[in-house]
Each structure stands twice: as structure tokens, then as C-alpha cells.
């Protein structure tokens, strides 16, 4: 993210933190007044995103995720990262192959970076609902 997030999280890469990670974005979107349906679709990118670090990140070890949140003007930016091995393909994996498609095809725009230092940085972007009218009163 370019300017500081409004909210950063480090957890541990376990597959009990991807619930608290969903919760948290339950918080950012009442406090934004972001619709059920938009909702559910970032949670489920972002639990992807989570589910990918916990599956594939450290194989049989253990590492953390950072999961970033800003709002900026009308989007919302969610950056999920991990500090592990990065992606590659693996014949032993327990998923379809289809959450970077599912990712991309739910966020307004989704990139997947190797940060410096190792590891796998999604970055998500979700347009937000523009704020409501406020009706005047004479």
C-alpha cells in the first residue's frame, strides 16, 4: 500500500485465523456501510487469500500473515501476505487450483506480488458504495 493502512493485523498462518480475519472484515464493513452481497464477496476473496498462506506458504512449519485494510476515496484495499516459501505449484495440494481465479474475478482488481524478502503478497481491490445523499431540511 502506498500510505499507511488503516488497519493491520499479523496472525499466525492457521486455519483458525482466516475465521478472525472474515470477522474483522464483518467490523470494517458496517463501519463502511458496505452491502451483505459485497460483503460476502470479500470475505470469501480475502479467506482465499488467508487459506492460500495457511495451506501453502510454510509447508510443515510455521509462519505469520499480515493482513493490511485502508480505505482510500472509494476503494478498499486488502493486502494479505505472507512470509513464507511463495508460489509454486504442488501436486500434493488439497484445493482445486481455482481461489487466485475466484480472488481475481471477486475484487475489482487483484495483484500477486513476491515481496522483497520472500514470501506472497496478494493485493485486493474492492469499490466501495458511495456515501449517501444527506437530505437537506428547511
Not at 38 to 55: F, I, W
Not at 64 to 75: F, K, N
Not at 81 to 95: E, F, I, K, L, V
Amino acid at each position: 500500500m502506498t500510505d499507511l493502512p488503516d488497519l493491520e493485523l499479523t496472525l499466525p498462518a492457521r486455519a483458525e485465523n482466516v475465521g478472525v480475519v472474515r470477522h474483522l472484515l464483518g467490523g470494517v464493513a458496517e463501519a463502511l456501510d458496505i452491502d451483505r452481497e459485497q460483503l460476502d464477496d470479500m470475505r470469501l476473496a480475502v479467506s482465499e487469500a488467508c487459506a492460500n498462506a495457511v495451506v501453502h506458504a510454510y509447508g510443515d512449519g510455521s509462519g505469520l500473515m499480515d493482513v493490511d485494510i485502508a480505505a482510500r476515496g472509494a476503494e478498499l484495499l486488502i493486502n494479505v501476505r505472507d512470509h513464507g516459501g511463495g508460489m509454486a505449484p504442488r501436486t500434493d495440494s488439497p484445493g482445486l487450483g481455482v481461489g487466485l481465479p475466484l480472488m481475481a474475478s471477486l475484487a475489482e482488481s487483484m495483484e500477486l506480488l513476491t515481496p522483497p524478502g520472500g514470501g506472497t503478497e496478494v493485493r485486493m481491490r474492492f469499490r466501495l458504495p458511495p456515501p449517501p445523499v444527506q437530505e437537506l431540511r428547511a
